[in-house]
């Protein structure tokens, strides 16, 4: 309707609403010639995510101050930790929550404990390494989002396309396409049948993306790098392989922080195929 076609029910029992044809099969338009409908491309897309193909378009995220912002976690209740003054603390016991075990850590302390592991863990990374997958999938969609982008748009088609040809089938079994309707059957399977073709067709030109992953193999490169970078690109180049951080609370007040004891970081997982 909103692309200025006419709609009807799918038939007596059918819920689902649909673009009305007349008896040559044709769409019947209610628009007028001057009228600004919705786009075709703009309604696939919202069908798409209406149904679950296809996630909708986030908001950017804020401006942050510091390199872990919403990285951070306390092991005590799992709420975010968030910076207070030097420190960065469970965000809910900082606001008069109730957590049982809440933590607190030297902001500094833990952003440099935090560098160093990811900064080995890279180091380490070798071809094959789940993680390196994650890593390259990553880099991927941070240096080319607008064909990252495109290809997610290409298997949210896919995805529509196969549920089309799929509720065409489901209709007929229904016996909606029995009597006059189902001489419009052979010819809007063939058209969903050759719209699922098109997209997979689409979809395969996004398969094996050339990613460069040099610097990684690089140590000198890799650090050099990091050192130029402003915070937004460390920000970026520490979520490449971390999920989370969580921390625990100290055993005890003026204990030396150790890292390894206080510190669980999530390493990243390779994103599964669609």
Request: glycine share 8%.
């Amino acid at each position: 309707m909103y692309e200025g076609w006419q709609v009807g029910s799918g038939g007596k029992g059918q819920k689902r609403r649909q673009a009305y044809r007349d008896d040559k099969g044709h769409k019947i338009s209610v628009a007028e010639d001057m009228a600004r409908m919705i786009p075709a491309d703009v309604a696939e897309r919202a069908r798409r995510v209406l149904h679950g193909h296809q996630l909708p378009e986030g908001f950017r995220p804020g401006r942050t101050l510091h390199l872990l912002t919403d990285l951070v976690r306390c092991a005590g209740c799992g709420s975010a930790m968030s910076a207070s003054g030097q420190s960065t603390a469970c965000s809910r016991n900082m606001h008069g929550g109730v957590c049982p075990a809440p933590a607190s850590v030297k902001r500094m302390t833990l952003e440099q404990y935090v560098t160093k592991e990811w900064q080995w863990r890279i180091g380490e990374l070798e071809m094959g390494d789940p993680l390196m997958v994650a890593v390259a999938q990553r880099w991927q969609a941070l240096n080319a989002p607008e064909e990252t982008e495109e290809a997610r748009e290409a298997v949210a088609a896919v995805k529509a396309a196969e549920a089309a040809v799929q509720r065409l089938v489901e209709d007929r079994q229904a016996g909606l396409y029995d009597g006059a309707a189902g001489k419009h059957y052979p010819r809007l399977l063939k058209q969903a049948e050759a719209d699922l073709m098109a997209a997979q067709e689409r979809q395969a030109k996004f398969a094996g993306p050339r990613i460069d992953l040099t610097m990684f193999d690089d140590v000198v490169m890799f650090q050099q790098m990091w050192e130029a970078s402003d915070l937004s690109a460390k920000r970026d180049l520490l979520r490449l392989a971390i999920d989370r951080v969580t921390v625990t609370k100290a055993p005890g007040q003026g204990h030396k922080f150790v890292g390894k004891e206080r510190v669980t970081i999530e390493w990243a997982e390779p994103e599964q195929a669609a």
